[in-house]
């Protein structure tokens, strides 16, 4: 993990600066931290320990599927919102940083950081680019950065603790935000039982976050997929819908859709920044 990464990160226990030596991050009072095998800080405050992230088969099919380019269209459009310029991106639910990867790749000077509470997450983030620093944390707890410490902040189906992302993004700095709409995978939801969309998902957005940010505007990212059964099932399988499915479930479900099923993608992207 680079230097200047780590040096973004303050420590969970005492919030004091951390520093890495070899391998291992610490705190000038003398709370440390080793990297993982597979690169990456575990940053959880003790009082965290069982919180429920994502399992590896939910990390693997979320590999899979992102990266045959099926929300191709979403880092897209992260990439072109984005403004110009180096400095360090933080994904706040980064899962395995294939959005954070875009955001980076795009600048050269550009560094990123990924939070997740999921340890297989994290591993699969550290192993993205190597100016991608990974980190466990809760993200509704204090979040294990300094103040003003992030130039841009990606948070794309994930949690929203408002005055934690307030607190890390430097003044002048942007958080983009994406979630789904009403007819994000509308033709999958009731054949299969997925979990459906929030109906009040943009009220509880703005309600969310207008107590510290302020919105600059928005963007409607909709396209068409062409999906074959393999894809509609890691596509399930990487969501909180797992959960609920069984895999004999799922695959009689599979066997009504046509092969391939045109499926809807269908997201806001908004952009926002500290009031």
Known sequence: MLPDVVSALRCPVCGDTLALSARTASCSRGHAFDLAKQGYLNLLPSGSTGIEGDSAAMIDARVDFLGAGHYAPIRDALIKQTPAGDGLVVEVGAGTAYYLAGVVEAVPGRIGLALDVSRYAARRAAKVDPRIGSVVCD???????????????????????????????????VLLVVTPNKGHLTELIGVLGMVRVDQEKERRLAETLTSHFERLGSELVEVVMRLDHAAVERLVAMTPSARHIAGEELAARLAVLAEPVEVT?????????PV
Do not use: C
Request: charge should be positive; aromatic fraction near 6%.
């Open 139 to 173: 993200a509704w707890r204090e979040l294990p950065l300094q103040d003003d410490a992030a130039r841009v902040l990606l948070n794309v189906f994930a949690p929203r603790n408002a005055a934690e992302m307030a607190r890390v993004l430097a003044p002048g700095g």
């Open 265 to 273: 993608l269908s997201v806001t992207l908004s952009r926002w920044q």
